[in-house]
């Protein structure tokens, strides 16, 4: 029943789904609500490890509705959040002790932040979705809690006139939540600003490295190949340099982001990438006399490669606009196409007509 | 070590004449490009806005204008090439997202 809304009161009906992380049922006003675990098993543990290495990323969700946590009576809390599994996860395990109601809506299984730019998680979704759980004959209060990144998604001055709801915008993180309420709706001034942590950033890391290597695979396919008849094969100090470079734009440059000059993504890619190719030259000898069309190829397409793949990362970073994005792309793309062109170009005349090192 | 992205590129714009106070603005904006004293709010640093929309999205007088969307540098990318508009829904490709 994932992504179907239908008219009339939808519950999460438990009957239908048993999930491992349902613990009981709770019985309402308007029939019976699954009651949510707030410890996460290791089953669930796996599955975000999965979906960090993208593997089943697109399909990790849960069943839009209404949820309870503890023993929620009608005076008690509505948070409201998105049916990724990894959200719904996130969520839960910050709620341990509480009794609360969790309403959550179909974002088609993309987390709150991005569905909110995408409008998934909007004005219409969470109007249809109060409207289908019922929700204003299980509590007596007209309050629900969002959390404050679904803000891009939902306007929340168009709320009450179509539900009776007000809206009221949570922290940021999950974490914050039990302070939030305990504090009576105040949120602080940290808790309303998005961070972009190491931990953060290393979370990130898998999926920026598995589309790197799968873009990676047919290049070497190609010189393994080319290599069976090229002048100067490539060999492993020229992979290690590649290798390098691939991992200075997909692991290296997110993670030390803030320690890396300049501001634009391709340039602290460009400047991840330029210090490991020119050290395994170095290393190499690359520099030496007959190798030297070779390594100014090298030195041209590696952080050409590693420029492009750290200036993917705007795209999961919490900070870059896509104004940003946009002139970034404009200077810096014509530099990474015309570099790595040249240096894809002196590298192959390198290879296939150079002097070969006799085998 | 704080991140901050490239200078003087936000579209962000407050139109002072129609904002009402209500202060959404600032509780809503994740990186606390606005600023208030418990009047009318104004841009405090318009080089932290990333441009999400949540401000414009929730101000009930029309008075915050951004243009919000994909920030992302592959999908901005394929949107040139394939010539549509970019859009982060790579679920397709089973590629990253947003």
């Known amino acids: 029943m994932n992504g179907q809304s ?129 929700l204003s004959e299980i509590v007596s209060h007209r309050l629900i809690i969002l959390p404050q990144l679904a803000a891009s998604g939902v306007g929340a ?90 991992i200075a734009g997909s692991v290296a440059t997110p993670l030390l982001l803030p320690y890396i000059p300049g501001k634009a993504f391709s340039l602290k890619g460009w400047l991840a990438g330029l210090c490991w190719t020119a050290g395994s030259l170095q290393l190499s000898k ?51 196409s015309g570099a790595a062109a040249i240096g894809g170009v002196l590298m192959a005349a390198a290879h296939l007509f150079g002097k070969g090192e006799k085998k | 070590m704080s991140l901050i992205y490239l200078d003087d590129v936000s579209t962000l714009a407050l139109a002072s004449n129609k904002c009402n106070g209500c202060g959404r603005c600032v509780q809503v904006c994740p990186h606390g490009v606005f600023a208030s004293n418990g009047k009318k709010p104004w841009i405090n640093d318009i080089n932290l806005c990333m441009e999400c929309g949540a401000c414009a999205k929730n101000c009930p007088t029309g008075a915050i204008s951004v243009e919000s969307g994909v920030g992302c540098a592959s999908a901005l990318i394929s949107g040139w090439l394939s010539g549509s508009e970019p859009s982060c829904d790579c679920s397709e490709d089973g590629k990253k997202c947003c």
Not at chain 1, 218 to 244: E, M, T, Y
């Open chain 1, 6 to 134: 239908h008219s009339g009161r939808q519950m999460a009906k438990s009957s239908e789904i048993t999930e491992s992380w349902q613990i009981g049922e709770l019985a309402t006003p308007i029939g019976s609500v699954p009651v949510i675990a707030t410890r996460l098993s290791a089953k669930d543990k796996l599955g975000a490890w999965k979906v960090r290495w993208g593997i089943g990323r697109m399909n990790y969700k849960v069943s839009p509705g209404l949820y309870a946590v503890g023993e929620p009576d009608e005076a008690s809390p509505v948070l409201v959040s998105a049916n990724y599994k990894l959200t719904f996860d996130a969520l839960r395990q910050e709620l341990s002790g509480l009794d609360c109601w969790v309403l959550i809506l179909d974002t088609d299984g993309i987390n709150v932040w991005c569905a909110a730019g995408k409008g998934t998680f909007g004005t219409e979704e969470l109007v249809s979705r109060i409207q289908a759980a019922g």
């Open chain 1, 157 to 246: 001055q168009d709320i009450p006139q179509r539900t009776g709801f007000h809206v009221e915008y949570g922290p940021v993180r999950a974490s914050d939540i039990k302070e939030f309420i305990s504090s009576g709706n105040e949120a602080t001034e940290e808790m309303r600003l998005v961070s972009f942590t190491f931990k953060d950033r290393l979370v990130l890391v898998p999926m920026e490295l598995v589309p790197a290597i799968k873009m990676s695979l047919p290049i070497l396919g190609v010189v393994f190949l080319s290599n069976q008849f090229a002048r100067k094969p490539l060999g492993k100090k020229d992979l290690a340099a590649f290798a390098g470079a691939v």
């Open chain 1, 286 to 336: 690359g520099f030496e006399l007959q190798d030297r069309m070779l390594a100014a190829g090298e030195l041209l397409l590696f952080p050409a490669i590693s420029s492009y793949l750290a200036l993917n990362f705007t795209g999961s970073s919490t900070y870059t606009s896509p104004s940003g994005v946009k002139k970034e792309l404009k200077y810096a793309m014509p530099l990474i």
